[in-house]
């Protein structure tokens, strides 16, 4: 069974920085998609940051050039580096894992196509 455990949040002040990771187990990344999406209180979900399995990564407006997202050479962790945080990026981050994904560009941060989700982790920001 495909498992996606998140960790790494955490409460900081604006301007600091997280890394999130996010470990696959029970299945080997081949060709698929993962993604970070985050939800805060009262909001929707929005997609953050997606990379397909050609290493093309996406990012939403929001956090581009802030945040970067990764996996390691084992391909069984993903990673999202989030620098010079903001207030406004307080919320549940999640990974996603689309497998045998297709996808590119902004379709890979549309959140109905991922079919594996971990339980999320918190981060705050405090101004």
């Known amino acids: 069974q495909v498992q996606l455990v998140e960790s790494g949040g955490d409460s900081v002040q604006a301007g600091g920085s997280l890394r999130l990771s996010c470990v696959v187990s029970?299945?080997?990344?081949?060709?698929?998609?993962m993604a970070w999406f985050r939800q805060a209180p009262g909001k929707e979900r929005e997609g953050v940051a997606a990379m397909n399995a050609d290493g093309e990564s996406y990012y939403a407006d929001t956090v581009k050039g802030r945040f970067t997202i990764s996996q390691d050479d084992s391909k069984t962790t993903m990673y999202l580096q989030m620098n010079s945080l903001k207030p406004e990026d307080t919320a549940m981050y999640s990974c996603a894992l689309n497998r045998q994904c297709g996808l590119w560009g902004g379709a890979l941060l549309y959140a109905h196509y991922y079919t594996v989700w971990g339980q999320g982790s918190q981060v705050t920001v405090s101004s």
């Open positions: 029970g299945y080997t990344l081949s060709n698929d998609c």
